[in-house]
């Protein structure tokens, strides 16, 4: 087993070697702008193309419905700000929920500088938007609804198929950021009804840099207005010339996993449950944080009660994971997805998430669960709190018999 363990697949994934591998010739022999009108050009467009029908297969797309992009950043900015700028005639408001990621989050704080009306959905405590309350947003004045399809912290999938028909009963558009759902759970587009998804590479084992955004062509054909603009590719929804090269990766990382969904989504989940069983059978005062079976299969977020969770990661110096809490400025600021779920402040610094994939192993449960158990109990130890909550438990547990 190799050391530093990594255990944040929601951060970033390692690209696959069969990834990089299709990559390579499109960096040296055929280097070939994707829009040049002659043999290298040719190459390239073809190679573009290919890779434009596996990232669409993935979601049940049309190949003409897939516009490259930078990544799920961009793709966030361009539905958002795209369907508001080429719609604002027939409506102000977009409905979006508080747990989304700050790329939508904040595309939505700037349409609101504009002049746009924004409903942020509240979740609840397991993170799921409520439909109820959906409904009850909607006016006829609303142009967007943009619910993630699975949330990056706490893995809690949406009701997509039911936001979707919400969506179409009333004619408004519906954008899901899936960033964390492609290739870690069968999304299609046409059966959830999503007029519009955003992607990236690197979170299914391709390249940094290189997204997508479905933009459906059918019943109904979206229209939006670019962000970024020039030479008119990509249907002149997203102007600069393709990055061949991380075009390339994205569709063998899209071919791959579609290949071996199957095999690969019961053996991380597997995994993930062998963390999760381990660490409640061992630690007490844990709690969970997200949903416990509507959640991506490698996603495990937990709250580890009388424990620091900045002091946590410190102490798993060897184990790549991530905290509940942002540092934004010189504040430690507990995540705003926790905080959205109601968790308390104190468990939602002492949240950590775990985020397993395709190359993790049982070999590294086993020794991630040795050293949460070591440093958990270490800091526990330091405590006051955590011994005089001990102390008052013990009184009760002796008069029940433990
Ligand atoms: C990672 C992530 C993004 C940002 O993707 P980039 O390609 O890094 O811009 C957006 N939304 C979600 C849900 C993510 O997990």
């Known amino acids: 087993m190799k050391l530093p363990v990594y255990f944040d697949n929601h951060a970033t994934t390692p690209v696959d070697p069969r990834v990089v591998e299709a990559m390579l010739p499109f960096f040296t022999e055929q280097f070939g702008n994707s829009a040049s009108k002659h043999a290298f050009g040719w190459e390239a467009d073809a190679a573009v193309y290919e890779a434009r029908k596996n990232v669409a297969a993935l979601i049940g797309a049309a190949p003409k419905e897939i516009v490259f992009t930078s990544g799920a950043t961009e793709s966030d900015n361009?539905?958002?700000?795209?369907?508001?700028?080429?719609?604002?005639?027939?409506?102000?408001?977009?409905?979006?929920?508080?747990?989304?990621?700050?790329?939508?989050?904040?595309?939505?704080?700037?349409?609101?500088?504009?002049?746009?009306?924004?409903?942020?959905?509240?979740?609840?405590?397991?993170?799921?938007?409520?439909?109820?309350?959906?409904?009850?947003?909607?006016?006829?004045?609303?142009?967007?609804?943009?619910?993630?399809?699975?949330?990056?912290?706490?893995?809690?999938?949406?009701?997509?198929?039911?936001?979707?028909?919400?969506?179409?009963?009333?004619?408004?558009?519906?954008?899901?950021?899936?960033?964390?759902?492609?290739?870690?759970?069968?999304?299609?587009?046409?059966?959830?009804?999503?007029?519009?998804?955003?992607?990236?590479?690197?979170?299914?084992?391709?390249?940094?840099?290189?997204?997508?955004?479905?933009?459906?062509?059918?019943?109904?054909?979206?229209?939006?207005?670019?962000?970024?603009?020039?030479?008119?590719?990509?249907?002149?929804?997203?102007?600069?010339?393709?990055?061949?090269?991380?075009?390339?990766?994205?569709?063998?990382?899209?071919?791959?996993?579609?290949?071996?969904?199957?095999?690969?989504?019961?053996?991380?989940?597997q995994l993930r449950n062998r963390l999760e069983d381990g660490l409640f059978a061992r630690l007490d005062e844990l709690h969970l944080n997200g949903h416990p079976t509507e959640r991506l299969c490698g996603n495990l977020n937990v709250a580890f009660g009388f424990v620091e969770g900045e002091s946590l990661i410190m102490g798993l110096n060897d184990v790549a994971v991530s905290s509940g809490s942002t540092c934004t400025s010189a504040a430690l600021?507990?995540?705003?997805?926790?905080?959205?779920?109601?968790?308390?402040?104190?468990?939602?610094?002492?949240?950590?998430?775990?985020?397993?994939?395709?190359?993790?192993?049982?070999?590294?449960?086993?020794?991630?669960?040795?050293?949460?158990?070591?440093?958990v109990n270490r800091l526990r130890g330091l405590s006051p709190t955590y011994a005089k909550r001990t102390a008052a438990a013990r009184p009760a547990q002796a008069a029940a018999g433990k």
């Open 333 to 375: 600021e507990p995540s705003h997805v926790l905080k959205a779920m109601g968790l308390r402040e104190d468990l939602a610094h002492g949240s950590i998430r775990f985020g397993l994939g395709r190359f993790n192993t049982e070999e590294e449960v086993d020794y991630v669960l040795d050293r949460v158990e070591e440093e």
């Open 78 to 269: 361009l539905a958002i700000q795209g369907v508001a700028e080429m719609h604002r005639d027939r409506g102000d408001h977009v409905i979006t929920c508080a747990a989304e990621h700050k790329a939508v989050l904040d595309s939505c704080k700037f349409l609101e500088r504009h002049g746009f009306r924004v409903t942020y959905l509240p979740v609840d405590a397991r993170g799921t938007v409520n439909l109820d309350k959906l409904r009850a947003a909607i006016d006829d004045r609303t142009l967007l609804i943009s619910i993630m399809a699975a949330n990056n912290e706490v893995g809690t999938i949406q009701p997509l198929d039911e936001i979707g028909r919400i969506a179409a009963e009333h004619g408004i558009l519906f954008h899901s950021d899936a960033t964390q759902a492609v290739g870690k759970m069968p999304i299609d587009v046409e059966a959830s009804g999503i007029h519009l998804l955003s992607m990236t590479a690197h979170k299914l084992h391709g390249p940094k840099g290189i997204g997508a955004l479905y933009v459906s062509a059918r019943k109904p054909a979206v229209r939006l207005s670019p962000t970024i603009h020039g030479g008119g590719h990509e249907g002149g929804m997203r102007s600069g010339t393709l990055n061949v090269p991380g075009i390339v990766g994205f569709g063998k990382a899209c071919e791959i996993a579609r290949a071996e969904m199957a095999e690969e989504l019961p053996h991380i989940t």
